[in-house]
């Protein structure tokens, strides 16, 4: 260990109890102190030896207001990705909520009038592969057209709901 790592280390010692104080005031909690302090006692055993630090109590609470500068920093978008993600998994957010129903609920009656609408054949095709499960050689034979054909009717299905859904009125 430098020369410069063992008197800081010293030096926290003997500041330990100021030292809490001074980083308590930044980050807020002593929890939060206590983990920017072992932080510090880390970061101190890496000082190298050149150049000498003249002003070691100083260098040490510059270096520990750095550090509770860093770790609020995290803290703060922790917390906020902790918000984030409670919002999109809980749906915490109520005004947004409603307003994701009502652009749901809308789309939905969309699709669904879509759905109504399509040609006949089209509709069959589309609710024996999307409903029922069948494949399309399944529904080929069932209907007695070519795979071809559901093919080309699940294309039309598929493309005219698209459009539905984002609002278009589709071809």
Not at 80 to 92: D, M, V
Not at 153 to 167: F, I, P, S, T, V
């Amino acid at each position: 260990m430098s020369t410069n790592a063992s008197a800081i280390s010293r030096l926290i010692v003997a500041e330990r109890p100021s030292l809490l104080r001074f980083v308590r005031r930044i980050v807020g909690s002593g929890a939060g102190a206590e983990d920017v302090t072992q932080s510090l006692w880390l970061r101190v055993q890496r000082i190298a030896e050149d150049p000498p630090i003249t002003n070691q109590r100083a260098y040490l609470y510059r270096l520990a207001a750095n550090l509770a500068i860093d770790h609020l920093k995290v803290e703060t978008r922790r917390s906020q990705i902790e918000i984030e993600a409670q919002a999109l998994l809980w749906g915490c957010d109520e005004a947004l909520a409603a307003d994701r129903v009502v652009i749901a609920s809308d789309t939905l009656t969309r699709v669904e009038a879509a759905a109504l609408a399509l040609p006949e054949q089209t509709r069959r095709v589309f609710e024996l592969h999307r409903y029922e499960g069948l494949s399309q050689r399944a529904v080929a034979e069932r209907l007695g057209v070519s795979t071809t054909t559901v093919e080309k009717h699940m294309r039309r299905a598929m493309r005219l709901l698209a459009a539905a859904r984002d609002g278009g009125a589709g071809k």
